[in-house]
């Protein structure tokens, strides 16, 4: 899918971060002219403008886009401030096309990327049928995102531990799409076993081919969960990646916090069954919230994953690094470890190396790949060639 953007937002981090992590393909206009070339032709695109794109001309040429195709418009901007400055009849006008987005002044990525998504998902229109023909076509693809772990010998050196397993559908008319524009509707259908299985062979496949090149790494796979109905699912899970001469104690499940709040819930049969299989379980997009930490404390996980929001905050606010920091403490306490996503700076990474993290993932570490290039930033043993820095 195409982004087009206004070249005075092209230097954005946030917007660098977003077409790599949607697998965008980038365009960039500076005038009305250059814009209308760009909103040529069928394909489906996303035009992202900011409060110096606001004149008649920009306008006119979306207007007039949007009265034979689809596509969605993402504002960055105050709406308040700009019916000021660029006159509400001005912003009026462009409100009126079906698909629009408003992702505020100086936005992060996390802004831009819920408006992005929203717009992809209206644009996709994803349907049963669809997905059903993506199972039989081979369509679904899974990446491979390293985690790196703090060494054993201190925290001088970091070694590649994991990788978790990433699905991508490979649409043959809209190109490469990530999870969350399809797992939705995968979810509304009841196909999310199906994929969740699919993934996990192909994983088990790939860590029992990275053991013959002499790669040990373990895996991770994402449980959605409305999948933790099932008492006996560890022993299914089990039997799926043996077939593969690799053992559960090789695989982390990662289950959305959010969605377990609940301690006595039937899902507890369900993770016991997974952990009693020897699956390791990972609290996902730990927040540090209130709730957090009293479903990670009373459910049988093994480790906790802390979202990239939550980082972002304790480096920002030094109250909220100290509280993230106790977290880490009472995590370790409990017998846990630590895992930080969305990690893509230096400043991130020592921050979180100083609160005794214990691993760490993100784009700093390298994006999802695959899987022939692991080797590349694989780094398990002293003698690998190759270190992850």
Request: charged fraction near 30%; proline fraction near 3%; charge should be negative.
């Amino acid at each position: 899918m195409l982004l087009i953007v206004s070249e005075n937002a092209r230097g954005s981090r946030a917007l660098a971060n977003l077409v790599r992590e949607m697998s965008l393909s980038l365009s960039a206009f500076s005038d009305a002219g250059k814009l209308r070339k760009l909103m040529a032709g069928e394909a489906r695109r996303i035009v992202l403008i900011g409060e110096k794109d606001f004149r008649d001309d920009i306008v006119d040429v979306l207007v007039q886009a949007g009265e034979r195709l689809k596509f969605g418009v993402i504002i960055g901007a105050d709406r308040k401030n700009l019916r000021s400055a660029a006159g509400a009849e001005l912003v009026d006008r462009l409100m009126e096309l079906p698909l629009v987005e408003w992702a505020g002044e100086d936005f992060d990525f996390d802004r831009l990327s819920a408006a992005a998504r929203a717009c992809r998902r209206r644009l996709l229109k994803v349907a049963e049928d669809d997905l059903r023909k993506a199972f039989d076509n081979f369509e679904f693809m899974v990446r491979y995102q390293p985690k790196v772990e703090r060494s054993k010998e201190g925290d001088a050196e970091w070694l590649t531990c994991e990788a978790e397993a990433l699905v991508r559908w490979r649409h043959p008319e809209h190109g490469l799409i990530g999870p969350l524009e399809f797992l939705p509707e995968l979810e509304a259908f009841g196909l999310m076993p199906k994929l969740t299985e699919f993934v996990l062979r192909k994983a088990a496949a790939q860590l029992k081919d990275w053991r013959k090149q002499g790669l040990v790494l373990n895996g991770c796979i994402n449980l959605a969960p409305s999948q933790l109905t099932d008492e006996h699912l560890g022993e299914y899970y089990a039997g799926i990646v043996r077939e593969f001469k690799v053992e559960p104690e090789c695989f982390t499940f990662e289950i959305v916090e959010q969605d377990l709040s609940d301690p006595d819930a039937p899902h507890l049969k369900a993770l016991e069954s997974l952990r009693e299989a020897g699956f390791r379980l990972c609290l996902d997009d730990f927040r540090v919230a209130a709730e957090s930490l009293g479903t990670f404390e009373k459910l049988p996980f093994d480790e906790i994953k802390i979202h990239a929001s939550a980082v972002r905050r304790a480096q920002a606010d030094p109250v909220a690094g100290k509280v993230l920091a106790a977290v880490v403490g009472l995590a370790h306490n409990l017998g846990m470890t630590v895992c930080a996503e969305g990690v893509e700076h230096e400043e991130a990474f020592e921050f979180l190396r100083t609160i005794e993290c214990d691993k760490m993932q993100g784009f700093l570490i390298s994006e999802a790949v695959m899987p022939g290039i692991i080797r590349k930033v694989y780094s398990a043993s002293e003698d690998a060639e190759e270190h992850v820095a």
